[in-house]
T-cell receptor, first 113, second 116 residues
Framework: ELKVEQNPLFLSMQEGKNYTIYCNYS?????LYWYRQDPGKSLESLFV?????AVKQEGRLMASLDTKARLSTLHITAAVHDLSATYFC?????????????FGKGTLLTVNP | KAGVTQTPRYLIKTRGQQVTLSCSPI?????VSWYQQTPGQGLQFLFE???????NKGNFPGRFSGRQFSNSRSEMNVSTLELGDSALYLC???????????????FGQGTRLTVV
């Protein structure tokens, strides 16, 4: 059974600081996704990582994928309050068709002034 | 381009009742997946439909069922509701068949179901 583990589950950080969220998964997959969820809202796609060594950046967020280590990271640079949300990583179990995702538990990020 | 539309947004039901939720995928997307999100279990895959056929099912009891229509719209039904069924139900549509390099699942706003 595929397991996806995120850590930390809770992250409180100050504005301007850097931090990394980790996502480990237990079986081979070369497709990993990061989503953001604001309270009471749906999932917003942040990054799609499709191969080993993939690195994507958008603003203060950068995601990477190491399929050999079965590890993805979401790095936050110089955090701002607007980044406060829950972040999920998800692994595709459908062989590339993305209709069956296994999610991590999520990381609740709170950025304090 | 319209996104994934779920209706209703909020529902309150009583234990023992049944409920039907609806999901209209992005135009042209033929796959619809359903997920349940609860504080305790997180996001869990319920089932997926493609061309009116259920192709995959998660580890949920038979009280959870669904269907897909010829226009790709999907419904999920939960019978004999239990308190533990209170959750945010999300559907996602996927452009299967296009094999785009950055293909992804697009999620709707969800239906918040409260069972009392």
């Amino acid at each position: 059974e595929l397991k996806v583990e995120q850590n930390p589950l809770f992250l409180s950080m100050q504005e301007g600081k850097n931090y990394t969220i980790y996502c480990n998964y237990s079986t081979t997959s070369d497709r990993l996704y990061w989503y953001r969820q604001d309270p009471g809202k749906s999932l917003e796609s942040l990054f799609v990582l499709l191969s080993n060594g993939a690195v994507k950046q958008e603003g203060r967020l950068m995601a990477s994928l190491d399929t050999k280590a079965r590890l993805s990271t979401l790095h936050i640079t110089a955090a701002v309050h607007d980044l406060s949300a829950t972040y999920f990583c998800a692994v595709d179990r459908s062989g590339g068709s993305n209709y069956k995702l296994t999610f991590g538990k999520g990381t609740l990020l709170t950025v304090n002034p | 381009k319209a996104g994934v539309t779920q209706t209703p947004r909020y529902l309150i039901k009583t234990r023992g009742q049944q409920v039907t939720l609806s999901c209209s995928p992005i135009s042209g997307h033929r796959s619809v997946s359903w997920y349940q999100q609860t504080p305790g279990q997180g996001l869990q895959f319920l089932f997926e439909y493609f061309s009116e056929t259920q192709r995959n099912k998660g580890n949920f009891p038979g009280r959870f069922s669904g269907r897909q229509f010829s226009n790709s719209r999907s419904e999920m039904n939960v019978s004999t509701l239990e308190l533990g069924d209170s959750a945010l139900y999300l559907c996602a549509s996927t452009p299967i068949g296009l094999r785009q390099m950055n293909t992804e699942a697009f999620f709707g706003q969800g239906t918040r179901l409260t069972v009392v």
